[in-house]
């Protein structure tokens, strides 16, 4: 898509004005303000008296030279869009294909509405939202709006490195995280201890205080995990603890995860998605699924092998998906043989294999390393990550 892209920011460059590599003529704005301030200067002058025929004729000649600028940047614009279209037209070379209209019914275009309006709203166009909620015939509760607006104000939090937002909302949805076995919480506290422990110099006294008062109540169930955060404060400072068998505490990726950690418990209160539906769509089927599946259509077609129902192929097409855009319903561990459950949900490695909370642990060496039984990879029990299905 380099291609495409390129062409598009020099068409986005000569249709905004701004300086655009080799084009000749000035933007269509400074052209107009130029002419319209001789167009002012000229006013001025016959109105104070001092205005002749050479006024006239300088005027008629500006106009007539800001115009052939005018005509020349739009020429530039029209071939840039033309390389737009020769550079898709490169990239893509089957065409688009066609389908009966979609969306006919009231109904579907309601949920489809529904479905964009909602989409701005949790990927934090609150002003786009508005404006499309005006202009069409969704209504979206102010419950669900203010939701989405903490949703996005939590995560611009998290961004910048404040959990106090996450934390509060942590704390007040304790009963509904526990029933789901999350561990959101007790990762928040781990980001703020490792915060206090790596600060410069490192605040030790504060850092065991923090762990008494917070990490204290997940003994239990993170016994490796709070020991080892109480452990590497002997190797303290940053530069020793880099060569311990800590460093990877030290690493910022240790806390990668935290942003879709609480997007996804706070989407499953709400009852929806961790990630947009639009958005899933969009990297699915913009991401060669469409393109595989049409080309499935043609090979049939040519064929003369398609069934007689509608929108259905005889063929089974593999789409590759990213591991974010990988469901399945049931996982069965492929160590234990057993289905996880909520108790025993499924955890990634930092491989990229995945087993059961129940096998990780029985795998886990002195020190909560994890030797992948698929391949020669290790990994750390904190490192591992939550799969949901």
């Known amino acids: ?51 002749s025929q050479v006024t006239l004729l300088s005027l008629a000649k500006t106009v007539e030279d800001k115009k052939k600028e005018i005509d020349e940047r739009q020429k530039e614009v029209y071939n840039a869009l033309a390389k737009v279209g020769k ?22 275009k309601l949920a489809l509405e529904r479905t964009i309006a909602m989409h701005f709203l949790r990927t934090g166009g609150f002003e786009t939202a508005e404006t499309f909620l005006g202009e069409s015939n969704v209504t ?5 709006r203010v939701q989405f607006m903490d949703l ?98 030290a690493d910022p990726s240790v806390h990668s995860d935290l942003q879709s950690m609480f997007a996804t418990e706070y989407c499953a209160d709400l009852g929806m998605s961790r990630q947009a539906p639009l958005r899933v769509i969009a990297d699915i089927g913009g991401g060669g699924a469409l393109a595989r599946i049409e080309k499935g259509r043609k090979v049939m077609r040519e064929r003369k092998s398609e069934w007689s129902q509608t929108d259905e192929l005889p063929v089974s097409i593999e789409i590759p998906l990213p591991p974010e855009n990988r469901y399945h319903s049931i996982f069965a561990c492929p160590v234990s ?53």
């Open 140 to 144: 979206i509760s102010p419950e669900h």
């Open 87 to 108: 550079a898709l037209d490169k990239k893509f070379t089957n065409p688009l294909p066609s389908y009966e209209p979609l969306f006919q019914s009231p109904e579907a």
């Open 337 to 389: 043989k057993e289905q996880s459950t909520e108790a025993n949900p499924p955890m990634m490695l930092a491989c990229g294999h995945v087993i059961t909370k129940d096998s990780l642990t029985k795998l886990s060496k002195p020190g909560g390393r994890v030797k992948c039984p698929y391949c020669p990879a290790e990994s750390t029990i904190q490192s591992a990550l939550r799969v949901y299905f």
């Open 152 to 249: 996005h104000r939590i995560m611009t939090a998290l961004r910048q490195g404040d959990i106090a937002p996450a934390l509060e909302w942590a704390h007040c949805h304790r009963e509904f995280l526990q029933k789901r076995n999350s561990s959101l919480e007790f990762h928040l506290h781990r980001f703020q201890y490792l915060r206090l422990v790596l600060s410069h110099p490192p605040d030790i006294n504060a850092a065991l205080a923090y762990s008494h008062a917070h990490l204290a109540p997940f003994f239990n169930r993170h016994r490796v995990e709070v020991q080892r955060l109480l452990t590497c404060v002997l190797y303290l400072p940053l530069s020793k603890l880099l060569t311990s068998p800590y460093a990877d505490l």
């Open 1 to 51: 898509m380099d291609g495409p892209l390129k062409e598009l920011s020099r068409l986005e460059k000569l249709a905004s004005g701004a300086p655009a590599g080799k084009a000749k003529a000035p933007s269509i704005d400074q052209s107009l303000d130029a002419l319209l301030e001789s167009l002012r200067n000229a006013k001025e002058r016959f109105q104070n008296g001092t205005g």
